[in-house]
């Protein structure tokens, strides 16, 4: 006789999940093609990160760079910020859908994305953080993005998840129009620390797309002042 070592709850739970597969089969939330939330096609396109990337900011570089001249010019706070993919198609459109459209479903499916190429980058880490929204526009879009990445990639992985310690203290205009000189200073003193936990501690921060860094540069600042010994960053997607 075969033995069925679910238990009874993980049967339903694929019972249910069953149904709703047969009722709402999910489609690609770029090409639409019905079967997966990312398709086998466009999952084909997705552009990787590769190195050789700079060793602190992780933008590409030549070979023999250890640092990138803007990194070499302006040393960042972080130790360093890696990203799973490039900002490009598909990826820029699942990404859209997931902050503007409601598809908080595909939060999942990317940090799967971030968690299967994580081993590339060997950072130590004692908390993950997601990069915060603002409690306005969190409660207008019903979620923060980089939580449902940051608390998926952590369960996965087996890190603490602390959602509730670094908090945004003002209200900021969208970055994406902004050029690197506004974006900095868009962000600056927008973040602040909840208590004392991060002291002595390695901070990894998550955010969904990393363009100039300067979020995770106001975010490591006020970490960093609180006693956190390094913060890095890791983001789902890099602008280059
Ligand atoms: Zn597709
Ligand atoms: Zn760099």
């Known amino acids: 006789m075969a033995l069925d070592s679910a238990s009874p709850k993980t049967k339903l739970v694929g019972l249910v999940e069953t149904l709703r597969d047969m009722l709402f089969p999910p489609v690609c939330a770029n090409c639409r093609q019905v079967g997966k939330l990312i398709c086998s096609e466009c999952y084909d396109r997705i552009e990787w990160v590769k190195k050789p990337i700079c060793s602190c900011c992780g933008r590409p570089v030549i070979s023999n760079q250890v640092l990138c001249k803007a990194c070499l010019d302006h040393p960042m706070p972080l130790k360093q910020i890696r990203a799973a993919t490039v900002f490009s198609e598909p990826i820029s459109t699942i990404i859209h859908k997931l902050k503007y459209e409601g598809a908080f479903g595909l939060g999942h499916v990317l940090a799967d994305l971030m968690i299967s190429v994580w081993h590339e980058w060997k950072i130590y880490v004692d908390y993950v953080v997601p990069i915060p929204l603002h409690p306005d526009r969190e409660k207008k879009r019903g979620y923060n993005q980089s939580a449902l990445l940051a608390r998926w990639f952590s369960q996965q992985s087996g890190y603490v998840y602390a959602p509730d ?43 969904d797309v990393c363009t100039t860094g300067s979020t995770l540069t106001a975010a490591a600042h006020v970490l960093l002042d609180s006693g956190a010994t390094a913060v890095s960053g890791y983001c789902l997607a890099r602008a280059l």
């Open 165 to 207: 310690l670094l908090k945004r203290t003002r209200f900021t205009a969208p970055q994406v129009s902004l050029n690197a000189e506004e974006r900095a200073k868009n962000v600056q003193n927008a973040f602040a620390v909840v208590g004392h936990q991060f002291k002595g501690k390695q901070v990894l921060l998550i955010d």
